[in-house]
């Protein structure tokens, strides 16, 4: 035990310490090469006021893996699914984050496609909901291949969007993240699933050295690159753990970690739909420009929301302790 608590521990510092070391020289890389998100006032969503890297989702995606392959040592090929998937999503996201330096935006057709082909590589891999158990007979429910197929690459397609939908204030993507990250960590740890654990704990250690360089007033944006990239490996550890073995009832813990970037854009792109806007053009109907329009400050506004996901984080965790 003392052993497996300072691998976690290991994880975490040098996952934490990466991204802490990288971000510095990929912000001035951007500053150089003019890869910097610029205030535009004729956009509501644009609230900074100055030009902002958008370069940390590479530092992001360097401190996941580097953790991940030094302490865990997982070559297998669901680890090779995995990493080509988030270079499919950052070599994605960064041609969107390049328009949005010419004040432009990359239409969603393309995005849609590598973020489905993303998770399709990881159903591939083996990373896969099967079905649950049923709460009656104690019995493990699979399900028909093709159903499994479907729920994994929406469930996997669904929260690399909320996450990267969720990145519109300073701090709220990379800090609904870490709430997220840690929320999964309990779980795996309570379910005895350490590669989960291990991912999850990594994930933790980004997102905080994120966080430093992101709080309000933010140095430096994750942009399309890095907040797909989280919200893919979110999607994935609680695939690989929350949702294995699950009764009816705890297929509700992983929905419940990630609960406010889910139902806050189900309801956004509802009401889209009902008035007849593209599910996918970017707005300013989040719950976070509602705060905002509502009277809050930033810092407030995250607050209010980071409170939320802790939430509902708690609730995730109780729930599992119920189902044990």
């Not at 291949?145 to 993507?173: E, K, P, Y």
């Not at 430093?212 to 690159?225: L, Q």
């Not at 407030?300 to 302790?321: E, F, K, P, R, Y």
């Amino acid at each position: 035990m003392v052993v497996i608590a300072i691998l976690y521990i290991l994880a975490f510092l040098l996952s934490f310490v990466t991204v802490l070391v990288l971000i510095p020289p990929f912000s001035s890389l951007a500053f150089r090469i003019d890869f910097v998100d610029k205030p535009r006032k004729d956009v509501e969503r644009k609230l900074h006021r100055k030009p902002i890297p958008l370069t940390a989702g590479y530092a992001i995606f360097i401190g996941f893996f580097v953790a991940y392959l030094v302490v865990v040592r997982d070559f297998s090929m669901q680890t090779g699914a995995i990493f080509l998937g988030g270079i499919l999503l950052l070599a994605i996201g960064t041609v969107d984050d390049w328009y949005k330096t010419k004040g432009k935006d990359f239409p969603a057709l393309p995005k849609l496609i590598v973020q489905l082909s993303a998770a399709v590589l990881v159903y591939a891999a083996g990373v896969v909901f099967t079905g649950f158990v049923n709460p009656f007979s104690g019995e493990y429910v699979e399900l028909p291949v093709i159903l499994q197929f479907i729920l994994t690459t929406l469930w996997i397609f669904g929260v690399t969007t909320v996450i990267n939908f969720s990145d519109g204030l300073d701090g709220l993507a990379g800090g609904l993240s870490a709430i997220s990250a840690m929320t999964l960590f309990i779980v795996a740890l309570a379910m005895g699933q350490s590669n989960s654990a291990n991912m999850a704990i990594i994930l933790v250690g980004i997102t905080l050295a994120y966080l430093k360089f992101n709080k309000p007033p933010a140095k430096i944006f994750m942009g399309d690159a890095g907040a797909t990239f989280l919200g893919f490996m979110l999607a994935v550890i609680s695939l690989d753990g929350a949702f294995k073995q699950a009764t009816v009832l705890s297929i509700l813990i992983p929905i419940l970690a990630l609960g406010v970037p889910i139902f806050d854009n189900l309801y956004v792109m509802l009401k889209r739909f009902l008035q007849g806007k593209a599910i996918y053009q970017a707005d300013a109907s989040q719950a976070h420009y509602r705060l905002l329009r509502a009277g809050l400050n930033h810092k407030q506004a995250l607050m209010v929301l980071c409170l939320m996901g802790t939430c509902m984080g708690l609730s995730s965790i109780i729930l599992m302790l119920v189902q044990i």
